[in-house]
């Protein structure tokens, strides 16, 4: 802390007697929050270690089982698909839709008639609710009814039908599409309000000593927007990996489990088949790997946030 | 960027309409669910599509206000009053703590702010089995309450995340002068505090409403009964039975999107200043 810093916290502290009032502000909302999130988390870790079933659910005493459904959901054919499927979902939408929305912000950073207002309702499809977006892309991605495949028999490039959603090999495919048509606002307002951080006068140096567009886009925009885009990658890959929703109104995790993400094989695990510990043993797992990511995260935003 | 330098003439034009074509495009899903919703069940099948319907239909609209299991309107009120309901908890307890959090002190200040920051990360299926159960043994278990008191978990983080920093932007000048008119901490925190940071409350509000409003896992979970359950649980359940029914689909979905465009429409500005203050849709 700097002299001047320590003189403005003594000052505060003259003011305020009692610093300490503050809690009294903050303490609702935390208990709360203890309450209906805090002790869940931990119920949910006690569960995974027992063997809770619909007669026992709500039971006071339930059987205590050890390390049993870890050691069951890692045997589980199911579980290993699922985690990679969710793997290969948050890598694929991540990049895709990085890519798109550094461009649309790139695009839209110049100064047109129409750059604020359409900007404005490109945000649009970040605000549908989930479960819409889901029937939407269900309807598009329909095997007779698809405009998609309309499209693309029009075109020349099929010749039958996809049945998209119902093949294996496609399903995954169709829910990337819809999770990036959700993902893209995000990625292009973040990217967007880094954009407006860099200094105008830097571009306009660099042309004056040669550089040519591509070169200050990567000397000057990149370098600059880093903590931008670190901030948007990792909460996107926080967003993206707890995905459920979508997932679980497109397909509900089929066909054949091919698009079963950590999220829906444990509520399908908890809330279809009642294997309520093995369900909390998946979503454990689930949150151990965001809490990992979250770390990265929380260093980021710590020197500025708190 | 205000000081960049406006584009005229022909480059205007341009990229005026590259933008709208990408507009176009980006928005087409939208437009595609809307016009399906005003067509029949036949044209819907039809091939080549038409883009606009041929005949006029909004008997899927009509078919749905009357009685029967999937009244979309009746689910269009659950919705209404859950996400109220939500928002509501959400912000008599978030403005309080954003105040708490952005102009004192305390010990275990930081610890909390974790604690709010940490919860914006968790995944819905942690939560859902541990808040089944307890709301089974406090008897909320199919009631709104349920939804609203699971909902505003949603909120409250972002809400306290998002208005500390209106709270820690206003001068202390201003507190102290309420001060020496006779106010204490609490009523200089309701009068003046309150009613300065009034677009960041806004910001709030909107956000707890629409986080609540697009939820299906606490309202599907939690909330057994048909006629109890929320309009995209109601969207669910009729995917369900009735698949192909895409006119009616439509429609259910269109009538979800409504208050949604609405707050777009009216309450734009706020929208853009809650998603670039680093929050997230949970």
């Not at chain 1, 606002?185 to 660099?206: Q, R, V």
């Not at chain 2, 016009?35 to 091939?47: A, N, R």
């Amino acid at each position: 802390m700097s002299d001047g810093e320590v003189k403005i916290v003594k000052k505060r502290r003259r003011l305020f007697q009692y610093e300490n009032v503050g809690i009294l502000f903050v303490l609702p909302a935390f208990v709360y929050m203890l309450v209906f999130v805090g002790y869940p988390i931990v119920k949910n870790v006690i569960l995974s270690f027992q063997d809770v079933t619909m007669r026992t659910l709500t039971a006071a005493s339930k059987p205590f089982a050890g390390l049993a459904n870890y050691t069951a959901i890692f045997h589980d054919a199911v579980f290993t698909k699922a985690l990679v499927n969710t793997l290969v979902f948050t890598v694929a939408c991540l990049v895709v839709q990085f890519l798109i929305g550094f461009a649309l912000a790139m695009f839209f950073s110049r100064n047109f008639k129409f750059s604020k207002p359409v900007r404005g309702l490109l945000m649009m499809p970040w605000m549908i609710p989930i479960t819409v977006t889901a029937l939407m892309f269900k309807f598009i991605f329909g095997t007779d009814v698809g405009i998609l495949n309309y499209i693309l028999q029009s075109l020349g490039l099929i010749k039958d039908n996809i049945e998209w959603l119902i093949s294996t090999n496609t399903a995954m495919l169709g829910i990337i599409c819809a999770n990036i048509w959700i993902g893209i606002p995000f990625n292009m307002i973040l990217i967007s309000t880094g954009l407006t951080t860099i200094p105008k006068e830097l571009y306009e140096s660099a042309s004056i000593d040669g550089a040519n567009k591509l070169q200050s886009f990567f000397r000057i925009t990149v370098p600059l927007l880093k903590p931008t885009i670190e901030s948007v990658l990792i909460l996107g890959f926080i967003y993206t990996f707890k995905v459920f929703d979508l997932v679980y109104v497109m397909t509900s995790g089929g066909p054949v489990n091919s698009t079963h993400m950590l999220s829906t094989y444990s509520y399908k695990l908890s809330f279809e088949m009642f294997k309520y510990s093995k369900g909390s043993a998946v979503a454990n797992v689930l949150l151990v790997i965001l809490l990992i990511v979250g770390i990265f995260y929380l260093r980021a935003t710590k020197e500025d946030d708190m | 960027m205000d000081d960049d330098k406006k584009l005229t003439g022909r480059k205007n034009v341009i990229m005026c309409v590259i933008s709208v074509l990408i507009l176009c495009v980006l928005l087409f899903p939208l437009y595609w669910i809307v016009v399906t919703s005003l067509k029949t069940e036949k044209e819907i099948f039809q091939i080549p599509p038409t883009f606009w319907p041929k005949v006029l239909n909004t008997k899927s609209y009509a078919a749905q206000v009357g009685s029967g299991d999937f009244n979309m309107f009746k689910s269009f009120a659950n919705s209404f009053v859950i996400s109220v309901g939500a928002t509501l908890v959400a912000v008599v307890l978030a403005v309080p703590a954003s105040y708490g959090i952005a102009k004192y002190r305390f010990r275990g200040r930081k610890l909390m702010m974790l604690g709010f920051l940490v919860t914006q990360m968790l995944p819905v299926a942690v939560l859902l089995t541990p808040m089944f159960i307890m709301f089974r043994n406090m008897h909320l278990y199919n009631t709104a309450g349920a939804a609203i008191l699971a909902d505003a978990t949603i909120g409250i983080p972002f809400s306290v995340l998002i208005l500390k920093n209106y709270f820690a932007s206003i001068p202390k000048e201003l507190e102290e002068a309420a001060y020496i008119d006779g106010c204490n901490r609490f009523t200089a925190f309701l009068r003046v505090l309150i009613p300065i940071a009034k677009p960041g409350v806004m910001v709030c509000a909107i956000f707890s409403f629409l986080y609540a409003w697009g939820d299906l896992a606490y309202g599907m979970t939690f909330i057994i009964d048909q006629q109890r359950r929320p309009i995209t649980a109601g969207i669910f359940n009729f995917m369900g039975q009735y698949g192909t029914k895409w006119s009616y689909l439509t429609a259910f979905a269109v009538v979800t999107i409504i208050p949604v465009a609405l707050i777009f429409i009216f309450m734009q500005k706020y929208i853009i200043s809650g998603m670039t203050s680093g929050a997230v849709k949970g």
